[in-house]
């Protein structure tokens, strides 16, 4: 790995105002003896159309981190910010503004509604957002045009995981967050999974923060985020991002 400019990251992207800007934030659960120190002082800047892998160990940080991207929860201090939003200090109206109209959320279960069909699942965020994507886009992109009129019942657990991807795309977000996508799912559909997620990163340019503990995973991205103990260990840059079905799993 080394610091080249990727296509989705110019190389002056980093004099560029980043899309998140994040400084000596924590997250502390519980008190005295019971205290757990989720986030221990993290600083780091994300910008628009990043593909980012956040990699470590279960309890490393990584979903509180994107909890605290995603106006999920707020730190016990320090400072979050996207762009000119001041999530640190936000009211729960402005999150839930914020959460319906700039992110969208995928998580490792795809949280269906099964008496739904995978057109009516997309179609209750469209009903909702500013500027969605028309259902039948959204499940063109992710491979699922054939499917669209089929029940979850119906769908494997990978066109499942991708009738999720379209519905968090389908408001156009300029934030994915992906927490384990492909936790629940074998090699093959997982590398599924991920092109789903890599062409709407590119075709859409949202910016695309996935958490994994696969290390696999991190050849596809722009950068490579790894956590410890609820801090940052280190930042890696790939020169070239790979393609998911290159990945030796």
Not at 133 to 161: C, I, K, N, Y
Not at 164 to 181: G, Y
Request: glycine share 8%.
């Amino acid at each position: 790995m080394n610091h080249a400019a990727t296509p989705n990251q110019p190389a002056d992207a980093a004099a560029a105002s980043p899309v998140f800007h994040v400084r000596g934030l924590t997250k502390v659960y519980g008190e005295g003896t019971a205290e757990v120190r989720a986030l221990a002082g993290v600083d780091l800047d994300l910008h628009a159309g990043e593909f980012i892998v956040l990699l470590g160990p279960s309890g490393s940080g990584k979903t509180t981190l994107l909890n605290q991207l995603g106006g999920l929860d707020i730190p016990t201090s320090g400072e979050i910010r996207y762009r000119d939003t001041d999530l640190t200090h936000a009211n729960e109206e402005q999150l839930t503004r914020y959460r319906r109209d700039t992110v969208g959320f995928i998580f490792q279960f795809y949280n269906l509604i099964p008496s739904l069909t995978a057109r009516e699942n997309v179609g209750l965020i469209t009903e909702i957002a500013q500027d969605p994507l028309s259902p039948e886009v959204a499940l063109e992109m992710v491979g699922l045009t054939p499917r669209m009129d089929h029940f979850p019942a119906q769908l494997s657990g990978g066109e499942q995981q991708r009738v999720a991807i379209a519905r968090a795309i389908a408001k156009r977000p300029a934030v994915l967050l992906c927490d384990e996508p492909t936790g629940a799912l074998d090699v093959r559909t997982g590398i599924v999974v991920l092109e789903a997620i890599e062409r709407v990163n590119r075709e859409l340019g949202a910016l695309t923060v996935v958490i994994t503990h696969n290390a696999v995973m991190a050849d596809m991205a722009d950068r490579v985020i790894h956590f410890s103990d609820g801090r940052v260990l280190q930042e890696t840059r790939n020169a070239v991002r790979a393609a998911p079905a290159t990945l030796r799993w």
